[in-house]
Nanobody, 114 residues
Framework: QVQLVESGGGLVQTGGSLTLSCKAT????????MGWYRQVPGKQREMVAT??????ATYADSVKGRFALYWQSRSTVILQMTSLRPEDTAVYYC?????????WGQGTQVTVSS
């Protein structure tokens, strides 16, 4: 099992920036990829960005050029969010695909005010 600890998020004005961090605290060597997803009430969870343990990140079209995802260490990924828009408001979840299955963090709220 992989446990994920998220940090970051909060309230920011349109055009502002936020950084989300996700740290895997167990079985990190079983991880194939990590990423961030987001969900608003009444809608399905959607992929924001994912990154394999080696290779380039993949981004949703809506965040390309504004968000950047990278490995800070073998166990931690960072999502840098810039030029934030009100439509980026959501609960953001860290997720991982590992050899033992898929796991999720508890979620962190990101709110962008207009």
């Amino acid at each position: 099992q992989v446990q994920l600890v998220e940090s970051g998020g909060g309230l920011v004005q349109t055009g502002g920036s936020l950084t989300l961090s996700c740290k895997a605290t167990s079985n990190i060597y079983s991880i194939n990829s990590m990423g961030w997803y987001r969900q608003v009430p009444g809608k399905q969870r959607e992929m924001v960005a994912t990154i394999p343990k080696s290779g380039d990140a993949t981004y949703a079209d809506s965040v390309k050029g504004r968000f950047a995802l990278y490995w800070q260490s073998r166990s931690t990924v960072i999502l840098q969010m810039t030029s934030l828009r009100p439509e980026d408001t959501a609960v953001y979840y860290c997720g991982t695909n590992s050899r033992t299955g898929d796991y999720w963090g508890q979620g962190t709220q990101v709110t962008v005010s207009s």
